[in-house]
């Protein structure tokens, strides 16, 4: 993992920590976070690489359909994309039309 991408996945387990819930690192790169209700919320960093990914946008929209255990709601999918790369990142998700469905961070 380049220290880019660690450090923005770094900021998302603080910030979902800080709310008191549960996180845990997952084998693809996103940070899983058990909040209030049952809620599992997904976080994951975005570096300039990733937009050059031929992958990354059906990983973003399968990223966007995860659904709790049970087959219910939709998890809460959230990014935090590098401060360079922050508008591709919006522009990607209007034209994916997940803009309702995904939430971007950026740092303070």
Do not use: H, N
Request: with cysteine; aromatic share 6%; hydrophobic share 35%.
């Amino acid at each position: 993992m380049g220290e880019r991408r660690e450090d923005l996945t770094a900021t998302l387990e603080a910030y979902y920590r800080g709310c008191g819930w549960k996180v845990q690192r997952a084998d693809d790169g996103t940070v899983r976070a058990d909040g209030t209700g049952g809620v599992t919320w997904i976080g994951l960093a975005v570096v300039p690489d990733d937009l050059a990914d031929g992958m990354f946008e059906a990983r973003v929209r399968e990223l966007a359909d995860v659904r709790m255990p049970g087959g219910g709601e939709r998890c809460p999918f959230e990014l935090l994309p590098a401060e360079e790369c922050s508008g591709e990142v919006r522009s990607l998700l209007e034209r994916l039309r997940l803009r309702d469905r995904v939430s971007v961070y950026s740092l303070a």
